[in-house]
């Protein structure tokens, strides 16, 4: 257990819908972040979070946003669903703006399949 | 200038051969290097990570080598094991900022 926790772990929903996917940073990490990972673009960051506030943004899509609540917790919103946003879906965290020293720590991934 | 080129985007190694990715950058920018190991269904784990400072590091079986002025770095397996089948991601990131950028991942496999 990396100490990251997403949920759920697998989603299958239809084109044109709205999902939320959610992530429990480890504790004590101010920074999450967020990937999405497929199979012809890799690992591709999205956006990031910092005690609340964004703090860098990635190839994020306007359909997509995202929001760190006071608890640290994260959640990451995708609107008008295609086929295309099937993927995997990460969530890592840090122990600091620039905490290179407590790494980076993934969570196991929600799985988006849209139909 | 934000890519990290990968290579090889597969491999297959022999039990207790050396198994060597490589990856190259960019942006000079960058000052951390870590390389990840996935495995499926599960989020990358950091594996080992390296600075610009040094030109190599070693972790049990697991090495990194550094070039700064080729821009250039590798993971080296060595006694490579069945059990390290898994995907290998590098990575890096700048200082200010902290977004990782990401190879594009490499798929080993160890016969046994």
């Known amino acids: 257990d990396s100490g990251v926790t997403q949920t759920p772990k697998h989603l299958i929903t239809a084109t044109g819908q709205r999902v939320t996917l959610r992530c429990s940073p480890r504790?004590?990490?101010?920074?999450v972040y967020w990937y999405q990972q497929s199979l012809d673009q890799g690992l591709q960051f999205l956006i990031q979070?910092?005690?609340?506030?964004?703090?860098a943004k990635g190839n994020i899509l306007e359909r997509f946003s995202a929001q760190q609540f006071p608890d640290l917790h994260s959640e990451l919103n995708l609107s008008s669903l295609e086929l295309g946003d099937s993927a995997l879906y990460f969530c890592a965290s840090s122990g600091t703006l620039v905490g290179r020293s407590a790494g980076y720590t993934f969570g196991s991934g929600t799985r988006l399949t849209v139909v | 200038q934000q890519q990290v080129k990968q290579s090889p985007q597969s491999l297959i190694v022999q039990k207790g051969g050396i198994s060597i990715i490589n990856c190259a950058y960019e942006n000079t920018a960058f000052d951390y290097f870590p390389w990840y190991q996935q495995f499926p269904g599960k989020g990358p784990a950091l594996l080992i990570a390296i600075r610009p400072d040094v030109s190599e590091k070693k972790e049990g079986r697991f090495t990194i080598s550094f070039n700064k002025s080729a821009k250039q770095f590798s993971l080296h397996i060595m006694d490579s094991q069945p059990g390290d089948s898994a995907t290998y991601f590098c990575?890096?990131?700048?200082?200010?900022?902290?977004?990782?950028?990401f190879g594009a991942g490499t798929i080993l496999r160890v016969k046994s």
């Open positions: 504790s004590g990490d101010l920074s």
């Open positions: 990575a890096a990131s700048m200082e200010y900022g902290n977004k990782l950028v």
């Open positions: 979070y910092y005690n609340g506030e964004e703090r």
